[in-house]
């Protein structure tokens, strides 16, 4: 039984310890699948949140003065437990978040390469010895860790959004307190067991579990407290604005990785098949509930009714229910809240003439699975079009010439990730260049890896995760000027 792994913890993680919050007070954790308690959680508070904090305040000099590559092992062993673990971290992921349990496992692996990735870019982190421009200086450049840091993780990527923040944090040499989303804080807490068993020291992570109410509290200290030095965040732009209010006071380093709409363009020349199976996996993974997944389709007149049916019969294939079961391809919604959203998107888009192809009801298998969707039909003027779904809800437009089509899928305020289909070479670039979105995928549905820097535009946030830019984050740039060089030799 999972409960009896010792990855099933429910405390909070202060200095390298489970730790009761001061409150005494607990939270519930749902399976969105069944509606079944799974556990009760320790509820962080703001005394709670200061404790974690001066730990890791306390754990910082000694982290950053461990040699590089004393780091890098110790990431390396945090990594190597995950990937051992990997069946029972996917197993709990499933519980709390509802997704296929083969979407877990590769959730487990993708978060695991961020680990890894970053063990080995702690030893390439490096400084630059300049040209002077006069002969009695020596002008040298380092690179030092920020400082303690904040991070503030969502519920759809509960395991890989935390180690896509901690593991540059600390590769560079920075502590970190994290809080995790509060439908998910046992993924968050399996991952801090362990760092413990990797021998990660005592106050370089710390984690705060918390409901919705005392997350509020928590973020707010952590924005405010002058000792944390950078706050990354992965949520709603709704509420990054509000945390970047909250950090201006002390001048805190940000990164925000904020909502999208993803526009998924399918020119005329387009691989038809590659682009059906495209859209199938870039939609409705997760259920529809990823910041990237592909929400506006643009196909273009001559093949839009072809594949908007290809569409909708791929999608009516897809098996609902539980994650735990092999045979399902999608899990529930989150909540009610996130089910109440679809829904509506849904009915406004049919509402105002759309064409139902398939799905558009709650499914039969539980309160919080809905039938992946294809709506057809559909015009800019649509909710489904003006904002982020977050479910399994395909929303199919025509164009006419290429010009519409840039307008249009540059059109809302975000700008986190867009995919097209094409088989002109000039066409790709042009389209590349002019779309105004921090990842575009080319032909392909998925993008994001360790390797490439993950991040948008425009209102979906700035910073990149991931890849050699991700470490950067999280270090700041010293210049040093050595005068009187003309006296030595």
């Given at each position: 039984m999972l409960e009896k792994s010792e990855l099933f913890q429910k405390k909070l993680f202060i200095n390298n310890q489970f730790v009761p919050t001061a409150s005494q007070k607990t939270f519930t954790v749902i399976n969105p699948a069944t509606g079944e308690v799974l556990t009760e959680v320790e509820n962080a508070n703001v005394t709670d949140t200061e404790h974690a904090i001066l730990a890791a305040h306390q754990a910082l000099a000694n982290w950053k003065g461990t040699p590089a590559k004393q780091r890098s092992q110790y990431l390396r062993e945090w990594f190597n437990l995950i990937k051992n673990y990997q069946t029972e971290l996917a197993q709990l992921l499933t519980l709390e978040q509802g997704k296929p349990l083969q979407e877990a496992v590769e959730e487990i692996s993708y978060g695991a390469s961020f680990v890894e990735w970053f063990s080995e870019q702690a030893k390439r982190i490096e400084g630059s010895l300049l040209s002077s421009p006069q002969k009695d200086k020596e002008l040298l450049v380092f690179q030092e860790p920020v400082g303690v840091c904040a991070a503030i993780t969502p519920w759809n990527f509960p395991m890989a959004m935390i180690t896509r923040k901690a593991a540059p944090a600390l590769a560079a040499g920075c502590t970190i307190v994290i809080k995790p989303a509060e439908q998910t804080p046992l993924s968050a807490l399996a991952l801090a067991k362990l760092a413990q068993m990797a021998g990660i020291p005592a106050g370089v992570i710390n984690i705060l579990p918390a409901d919705q109410t005392q997350s509020i509290a928590v973020g707010k200290i952590l924005c405010e407290s002058p000792l944390i030095k950078k706050l990354s965040f992965t949520g709603s732009t709704q509420v990054g604005r509000e945390l970047l209010k909250q950090c201006a006071p002390t001048i805190k380093r940000c990164s925000m990785e904020l909502g999208g709409?993803?526009?998924?363009?399918?020119?005329?020349?387009?691989?038809?098949?590659?682009?059906?199976?495209?859209?199938?996996?870039?939609?409705?993974?997760?259920?529809?509930?990823?910041?990237?997944?592909?929400?506006?389709?643009?196909?273009?007149?001559?093949?839009?009714?072809?594949?908007?049916?290809?569409?909708?019969?791929?999608?009516?294939?897809?098996?609902?229910?539980?994650?735990?079961?092999?045979?399902?391809?999608?899990?529930?919604?989150?909540?009610?809240a996130a089910l109440n959203k679809v829904k509506h998107h849904v009915q406004d888009a049919i509402n105002q003439g759309a064409q139902l192809l398939t799905g558009g009801q709650i499914d039969n298998a539980g309160a919080l699975f809905f039938q992946p969707t294809v709506v057809h039909q559909v015009k800019d003027s649509m909710l489904i079009c003006q904002e982020e779904t977050f479910g399994p809800v395909a929303a199919i437009l025509s164009f006419n010439n290429e010009a519409e089509v840039i307008t249009k899928a540059n059109h809302p305020e975000y700008g986190l990730a867009a995919y097209f289909f094409s088989q002109n070479i000039a066409q790709i670039f042009r389209v590349a260049k002019a779309l105004e979105y921090g990842m575009i995928g080319v032909n392909t549905g998925l993008i994001s890896n360790e390797i490439a820097p993950f991040g948008g535009l425009k209102q979906s946030g700035f910073g990149r995760e991931g890849s050699r830019w991700g470490i950067e984050e999280y270090l700041e740039t010293k210049y040093l000027c050595l005068g009187g060089m003309q006296n030595y030799s």
């Open positions: 709409h993803a526009p998924f363009i399918v020119f005329a020349d387009a691989d038809l098949d590659a682009a059906v199976s495209a859209a199938v996996t870039s939609k409705y993974r997760n259920a529809g509930q990823t910041c990237i997944c592909s929400n506006r389709f643009y196909i273009h007149q001559s093949i839009a009714d072809e594949f908007a049916q290809r569409l909708a019969e791929k999608a009516s294939q897809l098996k609902v229910g539980n994650g735990l079961d092999p045979n399902n391809d999608l899990g529930p919604l989150i909540d009610q």
